[in-house]
């Protein structure tokens, strides 16, 4: 899972995050891109002929990049293209966490269930995602140490 915001523009400069990128990439393993993460993806040729949304500023590197650009119609929007699942911003990560999920062939069901990934998060983004998906019935706790991952 990349997360967006600002940081990606650096981690793509960073070839062991590229380098994990194109090994997760070229097995088929699923990869979830938000934001401005998909910047990580088109520096690891990652998404050559691909369907993606992004954050719309990142358009011109995903189409530089090969990709089939999925313009949002909401900052919601979220794209899945074979292992590859890309959402526009934070506003769609329900949606991006169940095509995530599915991806990683599990199931969700029954209208009461919800899933929060937090993935190196800022304390106070987790005080906004908390409150945004509060109460919850099921959390998962997710975090990837890109340094010894791959």
Same mark, same amino acid.
């Given at each position: 899972?990349? !997360?967006?915001?600002?940081?990606?523009?650096?981690?793509?400069?960073?070839?062991s995050?590229?380098?994990?990128?194109?090994?997760?990439? $070229?097995?088929?393993?699923p990869?979830?891109?938000? #934001?401005?993460?998909?910047?990580?993806?088109?520096?690891?040729?990652?998404?050559?002929?691909?369907?993606?949304?992004?954050?719309?500023?990142?358009? !011109?590197?995903?189409? $530089?990049?090969?990709?089939?650009?999925?313009? !949002?119609?909401?900052?919601?929007?979220?794209?899945?293209?074979?292992?590859?699942?890309?959402?526009?911003?934070?506003?769609?990560?329900?949606?991006?966490?169940?095509?995530?999920?599915?991806?990683?062939?599990?199931?969700?069901?029954?209208? $009461?269930?919800?899933?929060?990934?937090? #993935?190196?998060?800022?304390?106070?983004y987790?005080?906004?995602?908390?409150?945004?998906?509060?109460?919850?019935?099921?959390?998962?706790?997710?975090?990837?140490?890109?340094?010894?991952?791959?």
């Amino acid at each position: 899972m990349i !997360p967006g915001g600002r940081a990606p523009e650096y981690l793509a400069m960073n070839e062991s995050v590229l380098d994990c990128v194109r090994k997760f990439s $070229d097995s088929g393993r699923p990869i979830a891109s938000v #934001c401005h993460g998909q910047l990580i993806l088109a520096a690891a040729n990652s998404v050559k002929g691909r369907k993606c949304t992004a954050y719309p500023a990142v358009k !011109p590197v995903l189409i $530089d990049a090969g990709a089939h650009w999925v313009e !949002p119609e909401t900052m919601k929007a979220c794209v899945a293209d074979g292992n590859i699942i890309t959402g526009a911003t934070y506003e769609g990560h329900p949606e991006f966490i169940q095509l995530f999920v599915r991806a990683l062939g599990g199931k969700i069901t029954g209208s $009461d269930k919800k899933i929060l990934f937090l #993935c190196g998060v800022s304390s106070n983004y987790l005080f906004l995602i908390l409150n945004f998906f509060l109460p919850l019935t099921e959390v998962m706790f997710m975090k990837h140490v890109l340094t010894h991952s791959c």
